[in-house]
């Protein structure tokens, strides 16, 4: 009894915020949308038809390109950093955990927008490349603005478990490859990345689920020219006003989701 008290305020919230949530788009998927936009509730099997029109598809395959892309470089540039992070002193390694978490005290809509100043035709980016002879470049309004910003606000997500997974690992494993002849990049192939794929599988993880489903900075940096799956869901509930096929989308992006979800965990276990 004690210990359902203690959990009853965590369930309540669950049940809430989560199933209810997920209860109504998954019942709203099989039913029909109003003439002026709502639910009627007729049985109807359309919605998955037309999930299957090559332009949602499309919209669906260019996220997940995307979300992808996104991911590769984030953990590109997030694991020589948590190395980094890890094999400096306890003062510099606090002073870096820092920087790193720096930009999640700014609003996140500010930080995005801010990107327009940098990318914009006279922006500073190009007025830097104009000082060298280069440009100026389409920076913005285009995928690679959307890449961009994505990186930019959910690189620290990839940082951050790779640097606790490289933090946790022996320093006698590494040293026991060293005295046995091992050079450092051996080291690093069979020893530190091997150990390592926890966290690696975790950033990438914590990368690529935001960055598939969010609709901000497609909407702010990608204007009217990339459209990703998390706007499209968007203009279907509030713009089309088509409910049950936006129910239907979210129903397929969750169904993503927990595919790589499943599959983090499969990796993980093996590994």
């Not at 639910?39 to 038809?49: G, L, Q």
């Not at 260019?62 to 190395?83: D, E, K, N, Q, W």
């Not at 930009?103 to 990318?119: K, S």
């Not at 690189?155 to 022996?170: H, K, N, Q, T």
Request: proline share 6%.
């Amino acid at each position: 009894m004690g210990a359902f008290v203690f959990l009853s305020p965590g369930l309540t919230y669950l049940v809430v915020l989560l199933l209810v949530p997920l209860a109504l788009v998954l019942s709203n998927t099989v039913f029909q949308r109003g003439r002026f936009g709502g639910v009627v509730y007729e049985f109807t099997t359309e919605n998955f038809a037309r999930l299957m029109d090559p332009l949602y598809l499309g919209v669906v395959g260019g996220s997940l390109r995307i979300a992808a892309l996104t991911t590769a470089i984030a953990l590109l540039i997030g694991y020589p950093t948590a190395y980094a992070i890890a094999r400096l002193s306890p003062k510099w390694k606090t002073i870096a955990l820092v920087a790193i978490v720096l930009p999640f005290w700014t609003n996140f809509i500010i930080r995005v927008y801010a990107w327009i100043i940098l990318l914009s035709g006279p922006g500073l980016v190009n007025s830097g490349l104009a000082a060298i002879g280069l440009g100026p470049y389409e920076l913005l309004y285009n995928q690679g603005a959307i890449v961009t910003g994505l990186l930019y606000s959910y690189l620290p997500l990839m940082v951050l478990p790779l640097y606790a997974a490289i933090e946790r690992l022996d320093p006698q494993l590494r040293e026991a490859s060293a005295n046995l002849g091992a050079s450092p990049f051996t080291t690093f192939r069979k020893v530190t990345l091997p150990l390592t794929v926890p966290g690696v599988l975790s950033g990438c993880l914590f990368v690529f689920v935001p960055s598939f489903g969010n609709f901000v900075i497609p909407e702010i940096l990608g204007g009217n020219k990339s459209i990703m799956v998390g706007n499209l869901i968007r203009d279907q509930f509030l713009k089309a006003r088509d409910w049950p096929f936006g129910s239907t989308l979210a129903l397929a992006l969750i169904a993503v989701l927990l595919v790589l979800l499943m599959a983090q965990a499969w990796v993980a276990r093996r590994a």
